[in-house]
């Protein structure tokens, strides 16, 4: 880990925790502050480590510049996130009067353990309804002025109003390739939800051991396609914390076996443990060896992606290669077909995606959807031309994309 990661973990463990920092650590150091700020942010925890950011700048200072940029996001995003949740809640009670049951996922459903949970940033609202609840409730988001992307069938659509918080409206929990059993995770989901608050609301959420799954679960999706950041470690250890002895361990492996995520589990607890220092479960399946290389090249790959694994080009570039390119091989040694398969992918990888949808109905399409994507990779302006013609020239492109597929093998994801 480099000293900037370290600093930025010690500093989101106390934040999280709500704990007093010994700031002297950092006096006559020399910290590049704004450094630390970038970081934060591509994980999207600069808003939860605020508070004790304040506590750093009055007891050994900051540069102004520094801390009125640091302010001035975290004052926006926190009045922006109380709005949103007095929203989702009057959303839930609108569902809930045309008797529509729902669980509120993800982020609104666990921001409530955070110190300061208006803190904790969220891009959209997760809702789950049963399956025959879908059309219904999704006329209710309509005349609540929402717009819906098409419904593809996958596990969720998405609504969109202007100036409101997006809402993810899921019919499952997961549809993803690695699950197993995922009709039973899918009814399983419904059991002994927990109550909490959302806005001036009461709502359900998954139960204990139900969200840790889910956490693992999602988790697990955005490694498999990218990465994670720091902020959905946050979201176990807190989880983790705040129900540990409610929280029934034996029921949550056996759980994730059936399931077929034990792989994924216990090295996910073990860096929430070796980066904050959350208590592991005190049973056997998460006191055994595990490989120490295994989890440090995961921590480094998480510290390096940032949110979703989307940090640079050059992340993106792997995380593509790593998904065309599937298994082990020479295929990794041959730099033309490397090129190809990310140029023009299989199929079964191009139908993962949800804009190519089209090409699970007719195979026939698939040129359509090459061409879809190489429209979309000449016209992104997040890039440059040249940086993207750079990335075929990168010998370490295909080692680092052999690396994380080794990676997700072991973590039982390919």
């Not at 100036?163 to 899921?170: G, P």
């Not at 390119?325 to 993962?352: D, H, V």
Request: hydrophobic share 40%; aromatic share 10%; net charge neutral.
């Amino acid at each position: 880990m480099k000293e900037k990661d370290i600093i930025l973990t010690e500093i989101l463990g106390a934040a999280i925790r709500n704990v007093d920092m010994d700031t002297e650590k950092y006096r006559g150091r020399h910290i590049d502050w704004m450094e630390i700020y970038m970081e934060a942010a591509a994980h999207q925890v600069h808003t939860l480590i605020y508070p004790e950011i304040k506590i750093i700048h009055r007891n050994i200072g900051m540069e102004r510049e520094i801390m009125d940029k640091w302010t001035k996001s975290v004052m926006s995003c926190g009045f922006q996130m109380l709005c949103d949740e007095i929203w989702v809640g009057e959303v839930l009670e609108i569902l809930n009067t045309y008797k529509i049951q729902t669980i509120i996922l993800k982020g609104m459903a666990i921001n409530k353990w955070y110190p300061h949970p208006e803190l904790r940033t969220m891009g959209d609202a997760d809702i789950l309804v049963h399956e025959k609840d879908m059309k219904k409730a999704a006329e209710i988001l309509q005349g609540l002025g929402y717009k819906a992307d098409k419904d593809k069938k996958t596990k969720h659509v998405e609504f969109h109003r202007q100036q409101y918080i997006s809402i993810e409206l899921h019919r499952l929990l997961a549809d993803y390739n690695f699950i197993e059993n995922s009709d039973l995770l899918n009814i399983d989901a419904w059991s002994a939800p927990m109550e909490l608050d959302i806005g001036n609301t009461k709502a359900l959420a998954l139960s204990w051991e139900m969200q840790i799954l889910h956490f693992c679960i999602h988790m697990a999706s955005h490694i498999s396609h990218g990465g994670i950041g720091l902020r959905q470690l946050c979201d176990m250890v807190v989880a983790v914390e705040k129900g540990y002895d409610k929280i029934d361990w034996n029921k949550v492996v056996d759980m994730s076996i059936k399931y077929g995520i034990s792989h994924f589990v216990n090295p996910i607890l073990q860096v929430c443990n070796k980066l904050f220092g959350m208590i592991l479960p005190d049973i056997p399946d998460f006191k055994t060896d595990i490989n120490n290389d295994k989890i440090n090249f995961l921590i480094e790959d998480i510290l390096s992606g940032g949110n979703f694994g989307r940090r640079d080009i050059n992340r993106i570039a792997t995380n593509a290669l790593t998904r065309n390119l599937y298994g082990k091989g020479l295929q990794y040694n041959n730099k033309m077909l490397s090129t190809i398969r990310i140029i023009f992918p299989s199929r079964e990888k191009m139908a993962e995606r949800y804009k190519y949808f089209y090409i699970n109905k007719n195979p026939l399409l698939l040129p359509v959807a090459w061409v879809h994507r190489i429209a979309f990779g000449i016209v992104r302006k997040d890039y440059s031309f040249d940086n993207k013609k750079a990335l075929f020239k990168d010998d370490t492109l295909i080692n680092s994309a052999r690396d994380r597929n080794d990676l997700l093998e072991w973590l039982g994801l390919r």
